[in-house]
């Protein structure tokens, strides 16, 4: 039995709890500058809630227990609603704490804070607050730890932000999360986390559906670590493949063994910040199974016709998260 705690916004569980699991998932998220919009784009929080709730509604019907909002601080985390949501459905939801990858972050800030002082002491600091302690004054503590890299390289903010994820995992024990770009670098995320002393057993390197070449995965998996398809159901853009290729390689990778190491999710955002979207018509196709029922209702399906077992589908969706959190 697991002795570990996992971190929920309403309050602590058992790893043997979370049931089947959804690892990387965003009930809201904005774009650093979302903010700035919202005397045209107010936050409307009633209304986020009433549409997260109806889906998470809906996901529990489908079997679902626990859903990780992976959510950076420069993301529009708002781990009040979270716990809103949570409440109103029954369904567990993680927050994260950390920092997204340079691109698309809040590098401004910390590169300012860098150039007077040591950040990195004050991310941890920040860290260990949000998960011992909790976030602002709400008491709601952090369950993972979520960073991220660029394509096809790690800049130094990255590597810092890493290093302080590292020196937090190994004084709490929660798990770190992370975030590749356009499938690239998930070996050298590990190496590097590894490197400064994290178990394997409680890193998840995301966004492995990105990149279907073999050697990739394997590189990554041979690590120990866990690997995250969590951007079904998202294709043609931002680099992401069709579901119809990716499906042959993770069933691939279930009968080569390493379905004890997968994990699938969906990267879905359920509420945008700041201004509506309006999508090219094109585009929507592309998108129509980006949602986290998508799991259910298409993807475990299409894997037992692949010939994976319904004992292979249970490791993926309920006890790999178990395993990530209690190790």
């Not at 997260?52 to 489908?62: G, I, R």
């Not at 929507?284 to 029922?293: G, Q, R, T, V």
């Not at 399906?301 to 990530?324: F, H, S, W, Y």
Request: proline share 5%.
């Amino acid at each position: 039995m697991a002795t570990a705690v996992v971190n929920t916004v309403t309050g602590p569980v058992s790893p043997d709890d979370l049931g089947v699991t959804l690892m990387h998932e965003h009930i809201l998220y904005g774009y650093p500058g979302w903010e700035g919009d919202q005397s045209i784009a107010p936050f409307d929080g009633p209304a986020m809630v009433k549409n997260s709730v109806a889906v998470l509604e809906m996901l529990k019907s489908l079997g679902l227990k626990t859903y990780v909002d992976a959510t950076a601080l420069d993301g529009g985390r708002c781990p009040e609603i979270y716990r809103e949501v949570s409440e109103k459905t029954g369904i567990q939801i993680v927050c994260s704490t950390g920092y997204y990858y340079e691109g698309e972050g809040s590098s401004a800030y910390w590169k300012f804070r860098s150039a007077l002082g040591d950040a990195a002491e004050e991310l941890y600091e920040l860290y260990m607050r949000e998960i011992t302690v909790g976030i602002r004054d709400t008491g709601i503590r952090a369950g993972v730890i979520k960073v991220g890299t660029s394509k096809d390289g790690i800049t130094d903010y990255e590597s810092m932000m890493l290093k302080v994820a590292a020196r937090v995992q190994k004084e709490t024990g929660v798990p770190i999360i992370t975030h590749t770009q356009e499938g690239t670098m998930g070996p050298e995320q590990a190496a590097l986390l590894i490197a400064e002393g994290v178990d394997p057993a409680k890193i998840q390197i995301g966004h492995m559906s990105d990149n279907l070449d073999m050697d990739y995965q394997q590189r990554t998996l041979a690590q120990g670590v866990y690997v995250s398809w969590d951007r079904m159901g998202l294709q043609g853009l931002v680099g992401c493949p069709m579901d119809e290729q990716r499906y042959p390689v993770m069933i691939e990778l279930i009968k080569k063994g390493h379905g004890n190491r997968l994990m699938i999710s969906h990267d879905c955002i359920l509420n945008w910040l700041g201004r509506p979207l309006t999508l090219p018509e094109e585009v929507l196709p592309l998108i129509a199974n980006w949602n986290p029922a998508h799991l259910f209702q298409n993807i475990i399906p299409v894997l037992k016709a692949g010939g994976v077992m319904d004992e292979q589908i249970d490791t993926i969706v309920r006890e790999n998260p178990c395993r990530l959190f209690a190790a």
